[in-house]
């Protein structure tokens, strides 16, 4: 215990002095003071793992390798004497000398390891240097690079049975070894990757770039985790914020070690929780940032797909970075620039179909090449800021709240009027519990949707898009009826003969299924956009602007209720026939569009016509088709009605 009591106590002044003083320590340290950082950082490091190689019950059982503990201790010792002087050196020169005194006596592995890393960790707090990459590697990279570079000695899966690796002394390091990946951090990876390894047959790949070296040690260090623990680690992840809150960024990640997380969460979790991280990294990033980087790593697997031959899978990648990566960031990026979203979207939209129309690979390339360009700038801008602005956040709220809000909320202030009107409010139970429903409904998607399982972003389109279709239908034949009543004689008469038996029995059930319809519809969308907000902070002005929202949405209940209180029994029927003839139009439109964008229908572009959300006009010949259709079938069936009912439609 007491040494677990140490180690979290080093990680947390570790973690506390990167905090204060990592953006300070590449001008502190000079280039020579930082190179012996990482370099003795790298050799205790080397040792915690290897040690346990060399010795075992206090006897040695490979003395080549004995020997090399015995030297990377003296130089690790040796590297830390050469960082500046003060309090801090001398202490861990103590510790550093305590180390080669455990080695020196065959002391057992798990004490050496356990001296090293402590001895690590103390380094890096006295003297930080930056570990991290800038942002999460390239996936795809990293496993180009190791192909070239490393395939020949270490093997095509990384089991060190390349073609070289016959003779080699020591052999090439098997990646896919799980016990040694336990012991093994990012950053180890990386300083070998960067530096070489005296004494073995590993040169240096200094001449990389950084950023592929990063992709590299990426790449190595998850060869030994499989996708199903990957998975089992996405959902830990997603559950459990106290994970979240022991590796919240890059650099924790490339330092931690899973045999020493295990110490804390347990072994199984803790292989888990790491095999998801070392493949998908982008997981550290801010909300938008992940997923705009989710994004951008889909469309470089499309083009991977399409370049191979697989037409099929380069359109699902291309199609899901849109729906899971792009889609999520929508709210935030139209708040701060609309105009750079709709082009985000066009790009995207031009891939799928060059993707579909079966263009030469090259043109492919060059549209996803254009469609990170955007992206990246969305990331720039909305990197920008660490959170969102508080009139951004405001406005977001208050402007998705309306955008979602208003088309539901017009059909449901419509049917309270009408029962009102026909003096049938017993049944306004039913529409009330309809919405009601449609909003715990809502609400627990969203949850099940977060917590439990994943729902694509194709899933969420197509159940928002037969939703939209099936309320498109259902107020077609709501319009079309009453504008029908409109027209109607002795209509008192027919509400006192035919409205009380036929709201009395099915026509009540229906009530309640189009309010929760269109209400649902609506909320499980407004609820993730409001979850994207949240996740960017500016808290009180995402309240604000859903508070402001929804005060203008009782303002325009309000408003309906009374002034169709005034109109006429005639003139109520005739208004709202329109009103719900205008709104399925729109939701036709929405409804296409979602389809459209889950990759149930096609997309033929109308060039150069606008998109305009609020009509739910979207410039493709498939949504205007289908409105064109709606309108014609609406028109049709007004103008016979006006004929059987000449003198009532005349006056």
């Not at 009591?5 to 905090?19: D, E, G, R, Y």
């Not at 309000?558 to 005034?566: D, K, V």
Request: charged residues 20%; neutral net charge; contains cysteine.
């Amino acid at each position: 215990m007491a040494s677990f009591m140490k180690a979290i106590l080093s990680l947390v002044l570790l973690v506390s002095a990167l905090a204060v003083g990592g953006a300070r320590a590449d001008d502190t340290l000079s280039p020579e003071h930082r190179q012996s950082a990482a370099a003795a950082w790298q050799l205790l490091d080397y040792l915690a793992v290897d040690y346990g190689g060399a010795v075992r019950d206090g006897v040695v059982i490979d003395a080549g390798e004995y020997a090399e503990m015995v030297e990377f201790a003296g130089l690790a010792r040796e590297r830390i004497a050469a960082l500046p002087a003060g309090p801090a050196r001398e202490a861990l020169i103590a510790d550093a000398e305590a180390l080669a005194a455990a080695i020196g006596r065959k002391a057992s592995p798990a004490e050496v390891s356990r001296l090293a890393r402590a001895l690590a960790d103390g380094l890096l707090a006295a003297y930080p240097v930056a570990l991290a990459p800038s942002g999460p590697p390239d996936a795809a990279r990293g496993a180009a690079l190791y192909s070239e570079n490393c395939a020949s000695c270490h093997g095509a899966e990384g089991r060190g049975d390349g073609p070289l690796a016959a003779g080699m002394e020591p052999p090439p390091v098997d990646f896919t070894d799980a016990s040694r990946a336990r012991e093994r951090s990012l950053y180890a990876l990386y300083s070998v990757i960067s530096r070489g390894l005296d004494g073995t047959p590993m040169p240096s790949f200094s001449h990389l770039a950084p950023e592929d070296r990063w992709a590299l040690a990426f790449h190595v260090g998850g060869l030994a985790f499989s996708a199903e623990e990957a998975e089992k680690g996405a959902r830990l992840w997603r559950e459990r914020a106290e994970l979240r809150d022991m590796i919240p960024d890059l650099d924790a990640l490339v330092k931690s070690v899973p045999a020493l997380l295990a110490e804390t969460i347990g072994a199984e979790d803790a292989q888990a929780v790491t095999a998801w991280l070392r493949h998908h990294p982008e997981a550290l990033l801010p909300p938008a940032a992940a997923s705009l980087a989710r994004a951008s790593t889909l469309l470089d697997e499309a083009r991977t797909a399409y370049e191979s031959g697989r037409i099929a899978e380069a359109r699902q990648q291309a199609l899901a970075a849109y729906l899971d990566g792009f889609e999520l960031v929508e709210p935030a990026l139209k708040v701060r620039d609309p105009a750079l979203m709709r082009r985000i979207e066009a790009a995207m939209a031009a891939v799928r179909r060059a993707i579909t129309d079966g263009v030469p690979a090259a043109e492919v390339a060059t549209r996803i090449d254009e469609a990170q360009a955007l992206i990246n700038s969305a990331a720039r801008l909305l990197g920008s800021q660490e959170k969102a602005s508080a009139v951004a956040s405001f406005v977001g709220a208050l402007t998705i709240l309306l955008r979602e809000g208003v088309e539901a909320l017009l059909v449901v202030v419509a049917m309270i009027a009408f029962l009102a009107k026909s003096g049938r409010r017993r049944l306004l139970a039913y529409v009330h519990g309809g919405w009601i429903a449609a909003l715990v409904a809502g609400g627990a998607t969203w949850a099940v949707a977060t917590h439990l399982v994943a729902i694509s972003g194709a899933g969420r389109e197509l159940s928002e898009g037969v939703g939209g279709l099936l309320a498109a239908v259902i107020l077609v034949s709501v319009g079309i009826w009453m504008h029908g009543k409109s027209h109607a004689e002795a209509w008192q008469e027919y509400i006192s003969r035919t409205m009380t038996r036929a709201l009395s029995r099915k026509s009540a059930w229906f009530l309640f299924f189009l309010s929760f319809l269109v209400v649902y519809r609506e909320a499980f969308e407004t609820i993730l956009f409001y979850a994207a907000l949240w996740s960017e902070g500016a808290h009180q002005a995402v309240a604000g602007g859903a508070g402001a929202g929804a005060l203008a949405l009782v303002v325009i209940a309000w408003a309906f209720l009374r002034y169709s209180r005034r109109l006429p029994i005639r003139q109520f029927f005739l208004l709202s026939a329109w009103l719900m003839a205008i709104l399925a139009v729109v939701l036709a439109g929405k409804g296409v569009a979602a389809l459209q964008e889950a990759g149930w229908i096609g997309a033929l572009p109308l060039a150069h016509l606008p998109r305009i959300d609020v009509i739910g006009f979207y410039p493709t010949w498939q949504g205007v088709a289908v409105q064109l259709l709606t309108i014609l079938v609406l028109l049709l069936a007004f103008h016979l009605q006006g004929r059987r009912h000449p003198a009532r439609a005349a006056g």
